[in-house]
């Protein structure tokens, strides 16, 4: 059975940085990545890293937040920098797995909250 499981939401000021983790289990998996949605508004993506370590940024996370993963933890990460009060929402872990190929799992979403 796979499970995602995020951790490091919380509050921080504007300005300050949170890491989030999520430590997937139950399969194998290729891209892995982070999504948000913010109160009234749809989900959106925030960044993907592919098995081999590339990623892709959305324009908004591009030069503050880094994703980075660990394959022998089945663990994917987000540092967010330089937080800004737009960027709070519910972050959401994406996983898809690789055998079966192209399966997709999601977390129950952390609350990350900036104030300004």
């Known amino acids: 059975q796979v499970q995602l499981v995020e951790s490091g939401g919380g509050l921080v000021q504007a300005g300050g940085s949170l890491r989030l983790s999520c430590a997937a289990s139950?399969?194998?998996?290729?891209?892995m990545g982070w999504y948000r949605q913010a109160p009234g508004k749809q989900r959106d993506l925030v960044a993907t890293?592919?098995?081999?370590?590339?990623?892709n940024y959305a324009d908004s996370a591009k030069g503050r937040f880094t994703i980075s993963r660990d394959n022998a933890k089945n663990t994917v990460y987000l540092q967010m920098n330089s937080l800004k009060p737009e960027d709070t929402a519910v972050y959401y872990c994406?996983?898809?797995?690789?055998?079966?190929?192209?399966?997709?799992?999601w977390g129950k979403g952390t609350l990350v909250t900036v104030s300004s």
């Open positions: 890293i592919t098995r081999a370590g590339i990623p």
């Open positions: 139950g399969s194998i998996f290729n891209v």
């Open positions: 994406n996983a898809q797995t690789l055998i079966p190929y192209g399966v997709d799992y």
